[in-house]
């Protein structure tokens, strides 16, 4: 009795065990089996785009004498890599295209290997095709070197011949035609030029390469093609995506792919390594996790909140200045070039902001409201204020009747436009010079520095203007040159920003400057123009009858008169009322010089 009821107990155990295994394995959704839960799930399909590291793990062959790269002592850098890195990021674009055989999938992607954490010029490109084993998580890839110009796309199998023999291999390797060494050979073999693995070399090859030690082989390629060998951590559900550093741009042309419910999708993850004897690289080890988009929506809204915040800020103080200016001689003073690089700067900006949200359509509505914030600013403000320091420029035009007016306007928007275009066109074929127009764009204050000391007047900008446009206009630059965690993984600049922002306040600090101690302060008395004096004593051959006023019709007398070049006399307080509006004689309508 005793026995039966302990064999009762055990049954009723395991039962239990069972039962409680069953129960785990549903909740973390993996099928159970009579013999308990030993089967593991892998992704299905990995249509995705990936980031992670990559380091090397097994140079071992030290060189005769230190490296001029950044590798040091104790690794030795391939010949084959154009990197001075040890370690970086690393970005793939993997795409399922089609069952090879049962439980096998063709995969073809896009990789891209970052010289450091940064996108740069000097990161590497591949194109990849290989086989994905979803039943183990076994993911087999080759990469064939491709550089900026080759675009990757969806249907690259009939645009690229590697592609299209890559594929035809695997698949063969997938239907076990060939084994997978067979398989990478033959993959390596159709590369242009072919990989030959009798002409492979070893790490003490590229130790004497690196030393400049002369070598009876071949010299090395300018890249190394790679085979990877990659394997996907099971799926484990309640899983999530971090808000680690993970960064993407344009640049490195790894185009994601949105989907929904980001958030409750499983973090798929990426290990293993990549090797080329190609370039005796032994072991390059990786990982990568899922990109989760989330991440970049979160700092292109931050992005396009400041964007925003600085074009309000912007349109409100120049709202301030265009009433302070509102008057002829108050326009007159202020610089066209100062408006007009301000204004082809925003032009710039709203351009930029529209391409970005063409470019990245989930993100068009935020990067379009950036693009008509500043579209705004400068077609509707800016060019209003332009044309009024136009007007007061030539008084005689609106004299002169309407075509005279509208030939100066047509001179007025085909000088805009053409240094708008222009700009465009330089930096396009010159871009090695690309800080040098930046510079060049934030010496906006400068022409109204050398108009303040031309003209001789004071004030022409609110300097509360002055101060909210220089801060408001450093904002962008700032973000992406001094900001290291901005959504460009470009490498911060802190020299540029901090040159910018010295610049900047040499500029305010002269304005300032201006105002206080007079505009010509920091010009020698020798070196100054000649400037009218419209106090000076009336002329012997002015008779009495022309020293009538003809603004109050009342006669003006010594020490109360303002006279013309043109010796008409007027008194001063009707002579600077008059100009505040018409910069020109109120009797012969003949163009007036600016008073000091």
């Not at 009024?388 to 436009?417: M, N, Q």
């Not at 930046?438 to 001789?456: D, E, G, K, R, Y």
């Not at 009336?538 to 109360?560: E, F, K, L, T, Y």
Request: proline share 6%; with cysteine; glycine share 4%.
């Amino acid at each position: 009795i005793h026995n039966y009821d302990m064999m009762a107990a055990l049954r009723t155990l395991a039962v239990l065990c069972l039962l409680i295994s069953s129960v785990l394995a549903y909740e973390s959704n993996i099928p159970c089996t009579t013999g308990g839960c030993s089967q593991q799930t892998f992704p299905r399909n990995l249509t995705d785009t990936y980031k992670g590291s990559w380091h090397f793990a097994n140079i071992t062959t030290k060189p005769s004498s230190p490296s001029s790269s950044f590798f040091g002592n104790n690794l030795l850098k391939p010949t084959g890599l154009d990197i001075e890195h040890s370690s970086g990021h690393v970005l793939f674009s993997l795409e399922n295209k089609e069952p090879v055989a049962d439980q096998v999938d063709l995969i073809h992607g896009y990789l891209v290997i970052r010289d450091g954490i940064y996108s740069s010029e000097a990161s590497l490109r591949y194109f990849l095709c290989g086989l994905y084993y979803w039943q183990t998580g076994a993911l087999y890839l080759s990469a064939k070197p491709t550089d900026d110009s080759v675009e990757f796309n969806d249907d690259q199998e009939n645009v690229d011949p590697w592609f299209k023999s890559a594929t035809t291999i695997f698949r063969q390797v997938g239907l076990g035609n060939y084994t997978l060494e067979e398989g990478f050979q033959k993959v390596e073999e159709s590369m242009d030029p072919p990989v030959v693995k009798e002409k492979a070399v070893d790490a003490e090859y590229i130790m004497r390469v690196n030393n400049n030690v002369k070598l009876d082989k071949e010299p090395l390629p300018d890249h190394c093609s790679f085979r990877i060998y990659l394997r996907l951590n099971p799926i484990e559900h309640g899983e999530r995506h971090t808000t680690s550093d993970i960064d993407i741009d344009s640049a490195d042309k790894v185009r994601p792919t949105p989907k929904k419910g980001d958030d409750d999708t499983p973090l798929h993850h990426l290990e293993g390594y990549f090797d080329s004897y190609q370039c005796a690289i032994q072991r390059m080890e990786v990982k990568a996790n899922t990109l989760k988009l989330s991440v970049y929506y979160s700092k292109w809204i931050n992005y396009i909140i400041m964007v925003s915040a600085t074009s309000f800020v912007q349109i409100i103080e120049l709202m301030r200045q265009i009433e302070y200016s509102g008057t002829m001689i108050g326009a007159a003073k202020v610089s066209l070039l100062t408006i007009g690089a301000q204004a082809v700067m925003d032009s710039y900006l709203c351009l930029v902001h529209l391409t970005v949200g063409i470019v990245f359509e989930s993100m068009f509505n935020a990067f379009a409201t950036a693009a008509f914030f500043q579209f705004i600013t400068f077609s509707v403000f800016e060019m209003r204020y332009l044309l009024v320091i136009v007007k007061s420029r030539r008084p005689s035009a609106f004299a002169e009747g309407w075509p005279t007016l509208r030939r100066d306007f047509s001179l007025f928007y085909l000088r805009f436009y053409t240094f708008l275009i222009g700009g465009f066109v330089l930096v396009y074929y010159l871009n090695h010079l690309f800080y040098l127009f930046l510079l060049a764009l934030f010496s906006f204050w400068v022409p109204q520095i050398i108009n303040n000391a031309t003209m001789c007047v004071r004030r022409p900008l609110l300097f509360r203007y002055v101060v909210s446009i220089s801060i408001t206009r450093l904002a962008i630059p700032l973000y992406f040159y001094a900001c290291p965690h901005n959504f460009v993984p470009s490498k911060p600049n802190y020299p540029i920003a901090f040159l910018l922002v010295v610049w900047m306040a040499i500029q305010v600090l002269v304005l300032y400057l201006q105002d206080k101690w007079g505009p010509q302060f920091f010009v020698p008395r020798r070196f100054l123009p000649p400037r009218y004096d419209y106090y000076r004593r009336i002329p012997a051959n002015v008779s009495p009858d022309q020293r009538n006023c003809v603004i109050c019709m009342n006669d003006a007398h010594d020490g109360d008169h303002m006279i013309t070049p043109c010796d008409h006399v007027f008194h001063q307080q009707c002579l600077s009322q008059w100009i505040e509006m018409k910069m020109e004689c109120p009797t012969c309508r003949r163009e007036l010089p600016m008073p000091t």
